[in-house]
């Protein structure tokens, strides 16, 4: 007899099977080819083709082969759903709709909309404001494993209103999240490493985390390791790698970031010295409403025509203005290497509870199905 463990060899080298093999049924033959299939890359899943045409942007196919699974209580199915009426994907947005198939799938064990109708409840978007309900969703789903829900219990535990005001809780369910690179996590939990809250303080570890968020482009995240490289605090001071971290920040538009990389222009510290990229990047910040007297002051010797040159590509920021090319147009963008943290005070820096990204762009609207 010709066994399984004869056969893969020959199956893998694409090789002529003996005459027996040869000779056996269709079916036969079937059952063989699966079970070296299934030897060499591990027993199939069934294909999931209403997912598969989410992946791909068809939405409506995959509204239309999800809704018969979801009507036998598939909970994937119904999260699915609940996901195209939240978003507005290929259907006119429905933020009530998606709250009561988010429910339907969150009463079959599915963790993704537990934490979806959580998100709802406290911002009250297609069900009533509700906190303290937002709060119970949050606390089911990281009991189930979901990482961004054990971040934003963290954050609950933190404030102490709707969970046991805990930093220890809260900076254990943050570094659970930060192990997991939630970038949000791994920002906050590297600011509770460098304030000792919740744990022993650890400056060094604390700027490691930060800096694995910010190279997850975290903009924030980025503001504070550039902070941290620069006054040398858990880390090796860089002067060099601060500028480019507060670079990218800035050119990411955060206001903070665009301010402190117009004083180091101003002062020549760590980058050349440049009024006119300096007095730009100033001008961004303050169209966002940040202002810096002692940055204007470094500026106050700015030749009038290149204060509005500067002022000029402000206006036209990112592109250059019509028929000009600008200086930095013409360099090449700054590569950074390794990752990044800090700890800041700024506003524009306050973590914010973490919504799971959408993973497909809204196309045009179509003619929206009807639920059973």
Same mark, same amino acid.
């Given at each position: 007899?010709?066994?399984?463990?004869?056969?893969? *060899?020959?199956?893998? #080298?694409?090789?002529? %099977?003996?005459?027996?093999?040869?000779?056996? *049924?269709?079916? $036969?033959?079937?059952?063989?080819?699966?079970?070296?299939?299934? @030897? !060499?890359?591990?027993?199939?899943?069934?294909?999931?083709?209403?997912?598969?045409?989410? /992946?791909?942007?068809?939405?409506?196919? =995959?509204?239309?082969? $999800?809704?018969?699974?979801?009507?036998?209580?598939?909970?994937? @199915?119904?999260?699915?759903? =609940?996901?195209?009426?939240?978003?507005?994907?290929?259907?006119?947005?429905?933020?009530?709709?998606?709250?009561?198939?988010?429910?339907?799938?969150?009463? +079959?064990?599915?963790?993704?909309?537990?934490?979806?109708?959580? %998100?709802?409840?406290?911002?009250?978007?297609?069900?009533?404001?509700?906190?303290?309900?937002?709060?119970?969703?949050?606390?089911?789903?990281?009991?189930?494993?979901?990482? *961004? &829900?054990?971040?934003?219990? &963290?954050?609950?535990?933190?404030?102490?209103?709707?969970?046991?005001?805990?930093?220890?809780?809260?900076?254990?369910?943050?570094?659970?999240?930060?192990?997991?690179?939630?970038?949000?996590? /791994?920002?906050?939990?590297?600011?509770?490493?460098?304030?000792?809250?919740?744990? !022993?303080?650890?400056?060094?570890?604390?700027?490691?985390?930060?800096? #694995?968020?910010?190279?997850?482009?975290?903009?924030? $995240?980025?503001?504070?390791?550039?902070? #941290?490289?620069?006054?040398?605090?858990?880390?090796?001071? +860089?002067?060099?790698? $601060?500028?480019?971290?507060?670079?990218?920040?800035?050119?990411?538009?955060?206001?903070?970031? /665009?301010?402190?990389?117009?004083? #180091?222009?101003?002062?020549?510290?760590?980058?050349?010295?440049?009024?006119?990229?300096?007095? %730009?990047?100033?001008?961004?910040?303050?169209?966002?409403?940040?202002?810096?007297?002692?940055?204007?002051?470094?500026?106050?010797?700015?030749?009038?025509?290149?204060?509005?040159?500067?002022?000029?590509? @402000?206006?036209?920021?990112?592109?250059?203005?019509?028929?000009?090319?600008?200086?930095?147009?013409?360099?090449?963008?700054?590569?950074?290497?390794?990752? !990044?943290?800090?700890?800041?005070?700024?506003?524009?820096?306050?973590?914010?509870?973490?919504?799971?990204?959408?993973?497909?762009?809204? *196309?045009?609207?179509? /003619?929206?199905?009807?639920?059973?």
């Amino acid at each position: 007899m010709i066994t399984l463990r004869q056969l893969l *060899p020959l199956a893998l #080298l694409g090789l002529a %099977m003996p005459a027996m093999a040869l000779a056996t *049924p269709a079916l $036969a033959q079937t059952e063989n080819a699966e079970a070296v299939s299934d @030897a !060499v890359f591990g027993p199939r899943q069934p294909a999931d083709y209403a997912f598969g045409a989410f /992946q791909r942007g068809y939405f409506l196919t =995959a509204f239309e082969l $999800a809704l018969p699974r979801a009507e036998k209580g598939d909970a994937a @199915a119904q999260t699915l759903i =609940a996901e195209i009426y939240s978003k507005g994907l290929g259907v006119a947005q429905n933020a009530e709709r998606a709250a009561g198939w988010y429910q339907l799938a969150s009463n +079959n064990g599915d963790r993704l909309a537990t934490f979806e109708l959580g %998100m709802l409840y406290q911002d009250g978007v297609g069900v009533p404001k509700n906190r303290e309900r937002a709060a119970a969703l949050f606390r089911q789903a990281a009991e189930a494993g979901y990482i *961004p &829900a054990k971040y934003n219990l &963290a954050l609950l535990h933190v404030e102490g209103i709707y969970a046991d005001p805990s930093l220890t809780t809260a900076a254990a369910l943050m570094k659970e999240a930060a192990d997991a690179e939630l970038p949000e996590a /791994q920002y906050d939990y590297g600011s509770m490493l460098i304030e000792g809250a919740g744990v !022993v303080p650890d400056q060094a570890e604390g700027a490691r985390y930060i800096g #694995l968020a910010a190279a997850q482009g975290l903009t924030a $995240a980025q503001v504070d390791y550039a902070t #941290l490289l620069y006054l040398g605090q858990g880390i090796a001071h +860089n002067l060099e790698e $601060a500028v480019s971290w507060y670079r990218r920040a800035a050119e990411s538009g955060n206001p903070v970031a /665009q301010s402190r990389y117009a004083k #180091l222009l101003a002062v020549g510290e760590g980058i050349n010295l440049d009024l006119e990229e300096s007095a %730009m990047w100033r001008a961004l910040a303050r169209r966002q409403g940040l202002t810096d007297p002692s940055l204007d002051r470094l500026l106050v010797s700015i030749p009038d025509d290149a204060l509005a040159r500067a002022e000029e590509r @402000a206006r036209f920021w990112p592109s250059a203005p019509p028929g000009t090319q600008t200086n930095a147009q013409a360099t090449a963008p700054i590569e950074v290497q390794g990752p !990044v943290l800090p700890n800041s005070t700024d506003p524009e820096n306050a973590p914010s509870q973490v919504v799971d990204p959408a993973a497909n762009a809204a *196309p045009p609207a179509e /003619q929206e199905p009807q639920d059973p």
